[in-house]
């Protein structure tokens, strides 16, 4: 960015400080947008896939909302509403802020969803069966924020009370309570809060003008204060400790936010705090259009760092996300920016399975694919839970929670309370045409299943086959086009190194159709065996044999999979 653009832009920041410093109050305070666009909560309550109409919910309500299929009221794309609880089936508090996720030792999985009045626990282990499993009270505040460490979660507030650190080990019981609040380290409100999980350290982000606040969880029960880092104010954080590679044993922080409580010079911030009592500046980074570094997210390789400036969307720009190269986070820079067309005002996001999920106010839950291109990724998923409404407010969507090991997704609204959504992609598609058969038809492959490398599960089937005609399918990292290969019929859509499941010589059944189980880890090619990785694209096809005459065999079209 030229310096006369940073000027311009420091310039805008002031301007906005110097408002807030005028009317007595600071950011996140009385004049924030958050509250002065307040809106009342949704009336009445949500529904659970898993119940009847008219059934009772969790909270009191009746199952009212569900219309049958799809999902009712909310746009979606690739994404399913699983469940939804409103704040009145969440014991009526006036507003939702953010949500984390937690999965006991047993495997069962919970929502944590903050509110104005404090945190509610649901048990999400049935996403199309939600239950309430505790309410735990907290100061009175429009933000609330929450994080995960073995068996305990540590929840912060604007409102103040420092650390309140719920027990979670008897979970599964249905017992959560808590266990003690920690109020060392100075002023009692914070902004949000993050954890190193690795390293065992949580980070109070805000809270006035102030920076990091460091706490030691070697007790988890009791966070113990170390140091605080108050260089600049710091809204919020991603803290992570390497474990391999040249920054091995290294604790670097990702830091959002600037002077001035934010207002001025909002920056990404990249700190070693590896040694807490001597805190590193390793590098600070400026970005175009900036106004108020808000929060942000490393992709999962710690390659690029995903960040969102909160009061950058006036209107009549589209959604922006700036990326970050981040590889070696003493030399980072800034490396371009990404839209997904919408006005909505974005939030937070955090990366998971190869994705990008957003939470984006009035356009909702946004999922974009920063596998197949992190810098400039296609939004291929969105749920909007603010359907009414396009608008560049501080209404709809605050959090979403993409980590839960089932792959559920955890999502809080300020107005509707909390969505619990799965999301499927598209395993892959078809390309490349062919030829009619004997039956007159061409015959098509396509695929059942998960596109996840972890997964594993991966069915191919091809249709539109004669019928008990032999079958083998064949597979290549590259596509290509040949027609009549062989003096055969149809066209070869495949090229470069092409294996085939020769152990997996198959029969098409008397409908026609015929099918093989991918695995993953043992892909064929020519001479060797090769396992899928995550990011990687490979295509398919079925040859048969065919009784046209004067033809001995034929091909299916082609499917591609990306796989995740």
């Given amino acids: 960015m030229k310096a006369t653009s940073i000027q311009r832009d420091l310039g805008r920041a002031a301007l906005l400080a110097l408002a807030c410093s005028l009317s007595g109050n600071a950011f996140a305070h009385d004049d924030d947008p958050k509250i002065v666009q307040r809106q009342p909560a949704t009336p009445g309550s949500g529904f659970a896939r898993g119940l009847a109409l008219g059934q009772p919910l969790p909270g009191g309500g009746v199952n009212t909302q569900f219309m049958g299929g799809g999902n009712p009221m909310f746009p979606s794309q690739g994404v399913t509403l699983r469940s939804w609880l409103t704040l009145g089936d969440l014991g009526g508090a006036g507003g939702g802020s953010d949500i984390w996720g937690y999965a006991s030792p047993s495997g069962r999985e919970y929502a944590i969803i903050g509110t104005t009045s404090g945190v509610n626990v649901v048990e999400v282990t049935d996403p199309d069966l939600p239950s309430i499993i505790a309410t735990i009270a907290g100061p009175n505040s429009t933000w609330r924020d929450i994080r995960t460490y073995q068996n305990r979660a540590y929840v912060v507030s604007e409102g103040g009370s420092g650390i309140q650190v719920l027990d979670l080990s008897n979970i599964d019981s249905g017992a959560v309570v808590l266990e003690s609040t920690v109020t060392t380290g100075g002023n009692s409100s914070t902004h949000n809060v993050s954890l190193d999980t690795v390293s065992g350290f949580l980070y109070r982000c805000g809270g006035g003008s102030n920076g990091l606040r460091i706490y030691d969880l070697t007790n988890p029960a009791n966070p113990t204060f170390v140091v605080s880092w108050s260089d600049r104010y710091v809204h919020d954080a991603q803290i992570v400790t390497y474990t391999s590679g040249p920054l091995a044993g290294k604790q670097i922080a990702y830091c959002c936010g600037g002077l001035n409580g934010g207002w001025v010079d909002p920056t990404l911030t990249i700190l070693d705090v590896t040694d807490k009592q001597n805190i590193l500046l390793l590098s600070q980074l400026p970005y175009p259009g900036r106004v108020y570094s808000h929060q942000g997210w490393l992709s999962e390789d710690r390659m690029y760092y995903y960040l969102g400036d909160e009061l950058d969307e006036n209107g009549t720009i589209s959604t922006t996300t700036f990326v970050f190269n981040v590889a070696d986070p003493s030399n980072a820079s800034y490396v371009s920016s990404f839209v997904n067309g919408t006005v909505a005002v974005g939030h937070n996001m955090f990366t998971a399975h190869g994705l990008l999920f957003q939470a984006n106010y009035t356009s909702g839950l946004r999922i974009f694919d920063v596998a197949s291109n992190p810098v400039s990724p296609q939004e291929i998923g969105y749920f909007d839970t603010a359907p009414n409404s396009t608008a560049a407010t501080y209404n709809g969507l605050w959090g979403c929670y993409p980590f839960l090991p089932s792959r559920t997704i955890l999502c809080s609204d300020r107005e509707s309370g909390l969505f619990v959504l799965t999301y499927e992609?598209?395993?892959?598609?078809?390309?490349?045409?062919?030829?009619?058969?004997?039956?007159?038809?061409?015959?098509?492959?396509?695929?059942?299943?998960?596109?996840?490398?972890?997964?594993?599960?991966?069915?191919?089937?091809?249709?539109?086959?004669?019928?008990?005609?032999?079958?083998?399918?064949?597979?290549?990292?590259?596509?290509?086009?040949?027609?009549?290969?062989?003096?055969?019929?149809?066209?070869?859509?495949?090229?470069?190194?092409?294996?085939?499941?020769?152990?997996?010589?198959?029969?098409?059944?008397?409908?026609?159709?015929s099918g093989l189980d991918v695995d993953v880890l043992q892909v064929p090619q020519p001479s060797s065996f090769v396992s899928v990785q995550p990011g990687e694209t490979w295509n398919f096809q079925c040859w048969y044999r065919d009784s046209n005459p004067g033809v001995t065999s034929n091909l299916s079209s082609g499917y591609a999979v990306r796989f995740r």
């Fill in 425 to 513: 992609p598209p395993i892959g598609q078809g390309y490349c045409t062919a030829a009619a058969n004997s039956t007159g038809m061409p015959a098509s492959l396509d695929a059942l299943g998960s596109p996840f490398v972890a997964d594993n599960d991966l069915d191919l089937v091809a249709t539109g086959l004669p019928p008990s005609v032999t079958t083998l399918f064949v597979v290549s990292a590259q596509q290509g086009f040949v027609t009549g290969l062989g003096g055969g019929q149809g066209n070869l859509c495949l090229s470069g190194a092409i294996g085939r499941y020769t152990t997996q010589v198959g029969m098409a059944s008397p409908a026609g159709t």
